[in-house]
């Protein structure tokens, strides 16, 4: 049971360059979601899944486009990189709210755009 | 939307010391979690918490829903503990979308 793995672990871009961060998690968990954590501040919500075929906004989705064709995996894309988007990125997931399920996170990748 | 505070943004203990952490919210929330992130940035979830009291060890936490806020307690604080606890929060939306609070970074010196 590896839990909610992320690739790459690193990566520098171009500005204008395009990339897709992975997501893949292994418990079967419906909801997933996609984080940024600029330096020294807390984690902001990027886009969010409660199921396959299901995706919405969060809190700072622009840049950003994301797709749920199965349960496990939840990549995020980056169509036009920007300086601004130069950050730790955390991918998560968890069961629905009734199960009193904790989010269990993946290990981030770190972007960086010059 | 719901805001999240938390205190003190900065903490320093020698090791043995004792700790409490606090997490203030603006609105009634459904789901509370509290979140260690250690130095190589892994985060680990400590305690699902919306309610009540739970122990973990040298933790534990409260959290007061009546009231609006949360308290996460290190016991006996070992030099491990180091890094940034962080709470987060989840409205009446249901479908687990957590707000985070700054964070409190606690170095623990041995």
């Known amino acids: 049971n590896a839990g909610v793995t992320q690739t790459p672990k690193f990566r520098i871009l171009k500005i204008g360059q395009s990339m897709t961060l992975q997501c893949t998690q292994d418990?079967?968990?419906?909801?997933m979601y996609w984080y940024r954590q600029d330096p020294g501040m807390g984690l902001k919500l990027i886009y969010y899944?409660?199921?396959?075929?299901?995706?919405d906004k969060g809190e700072v989705p622009n840049g950003y486009n994301v797709s749920r064709s199965t349960t496990e995996d939840f990549p995020l894309r980056l169509e036009l990189a920007a300086p601004s988007q130069t950050s730790v990125y955390f991918c998560?997931?968890?069961?629905?709210?009734?199960?009193?399920?904790?989010?269990?996170f993946g290990n981030g990748t770190r972007l960086t755009v010059t | 939307g719901i805001q999240v505070e938390q205190s003190p943004p900065d903490l320093i203990l020698q090791e043995g010391a004792n700790s409490t952490l606090r997490c203030n919210f603006s609105?009634?929330?459904?789901?509370l979690q509290w979140f260690h992130q250690n130095p190589w940035g892994q985060l680990i979830n400590l305690f699902y918490?919306?309610?009540g009291t739970k122990q973990n060890g040298r933790l534990s936490a409260t959290t007061v829903a009546t009231e609006r806020y949360s308290l996460l307690y290190i016991s006996s604080s070992q030099t491990t503990d180091s890094g940034v606890y962080f709470c987060?929060?989840?409205?009446?939306?249901?479908?687990?979308?957590?707000?985070f609070g700054q964070g409190t970074t606690l170095q623990v010196k041995p």
């Open positions: 609105d009634s929330v459904n789901n």
């Open positions: 418990m079967n968990h419906n909801y």
């Open positions: 918490i919306p309610s």
């Open positions: 987060a929060v989840e409205g009446s939306s249901n479908t687990g979308k957590l707000i």
């Open positions: 998560a997931s968890t069961l629905p709210q009734g199960a009193n399920s904790p989010l269990h």
């Open positions: 899944s409660v199921g396959a075929g299901i995706t």
